[in-house]
């Protein structure tokens, strides 16, 4: 029996995010992302790697009940990881991989419900356990009630084994997607250490330039114009064609990996960025129509409403699951 593995979209679509003081958005700076991409040796997209998340992805996009439009309006969260283990303990994390602490499980449901009646499609979450605690942990609060699975796709047969044979459960399951390429920037030598002490001993504003600033490098580690070289690079490629299509993503990574992102979507310049601070848990949302992303409500109002200002095809999601659970 073959059984691609093509998981379901919902039919709907949405909106929504805030967060953060931006300015008005300025001309982005145009630089090449894979003239960026190509000097982090450490960090290069192999060719085994690549021809694997195409054929996942492939076998998600390609569903021929789904109408493939340009015109289709679709949602995107953003969420930086609950709390970790090491932010409790002020430590340089980078690609460090650590779990969430208790605050963090908690940060990671409360954004789930804050979320939980925003239509959802295809999460994206980098590869380490932070990220990944916190998105499986906010699907248990959506009221889709639909079961988050972890794509594998390391090997061909990991692929295989991992196969759902039954359409009608693809269709109650959402794909997660972990891509190494969303993780936090590699905080090099810094990794492990503490931020005050640090900040004592080399100064506070070589630490602030370290840990803000666009083009400077923590020592042997990434700037954030690295970090941004691949976290952009797979959000063009991967994320975008899923928002193009009308499918309606979440993307749960960390601070500086999410800062490169929303610096591409909002246009920021590489002196606005550098004020730019994520809170840990706290969901923001973009719509993405006509090829545009519009940041949408402030997630920190104290209610629903205030948090989401929601367009008419949200509203409908909406409605439709109040008319489910009735
Ligand atoms: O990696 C870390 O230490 C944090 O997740 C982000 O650190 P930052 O606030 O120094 O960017």
Not at 154 to 167: D, F, I, L, P
Not at 265 to 294: A, C, H, R, W
Request: aromatic share 8%; glycine share 6%.
């Amino acid at each position: 029996m073959t059984s691609p593995s093509i998981f379901q979209p919902l039919s709907s679509d949405w909106i929504i995010r805030g967060g953060f003081d931006s300015k008005s958005p300025k001309r982005f700076q145009q630089f090449s992302m894979r003239s960026v991409t190509n000097k982090l040796s450490g960090f290069s997209l192999s060719k085994s790697d690549a021809a694997c998340t195409f054929r996942v992805l492939s076998s998600l996009q390609i569903n021929p009940n789904v109408p493939q439009t340009t015109e289709s309006e679709s949602a995107l969260i953003l969420i930086r990881h609950g709390e970790s283990m090491w932010n409790e303990k002020n430590l340089f994390t980078g690609c460090v991989d650590v779990p969430l602490t208790e605050k963090g499980v908690e940060e990671a449901i409360e954004a789930g419900k804050r979320i939980s009646n925003l239509p959802l499609d295809i999460i994206y979450t980098s590869a380490l356990i932070r990220a990944q605690m916190t998105a499986m942990l906010a699907l248990t609060q959506h009221r889709c009630l639909k079961v988050p699975i972890i794509v594998h796709s390391e090997t061909e047969q990991a692929r295989r084994w991992s196969q759902v044979y039954s359409e009608g459960t693809k269709k109650q399951s959402i794909p997660v997607v972990k891509a190494w390429q969303l993780n936090e920037r590699m905080y090099g030598e810094l990794q492990g250490l503490n931020k005050q002490e640090t900040a004592e001993q080399y100064g506070k504003e070589q630490v602030h330039s370290w840990r803000r600033s666009y083009y400077v490098r923590p020592p042997n580690g990434e700037s954030l114009e690295m970090c941004l070289g691949r976290a952009v690079t797979f959000f063009k490629e991967h994320i975008e064609p899923q928002l193009l299509i009308g499918r309606h993503v979440m993307v749960v990574a960390h601070a500086n990996s999410l800062r490169s992102i929303i610096m591409y979507l909002d246009k920021l310049t590489s002196q606005e960025v550098i004020n730019l601070e994520l809170s840990t848990g706290v969901p923001m949302l973009y719509i993405y129509k006509e090829k545009n992303f519009i940041r949408r409500g402030s997630p920190l109002g104290s209610s629903e409403a205030g948090v989401y200002a929601y367009t008419e095809s949200l509203a409908m999601y909406r409605q439709k699951l109040d008319g489910d659970i009735q």
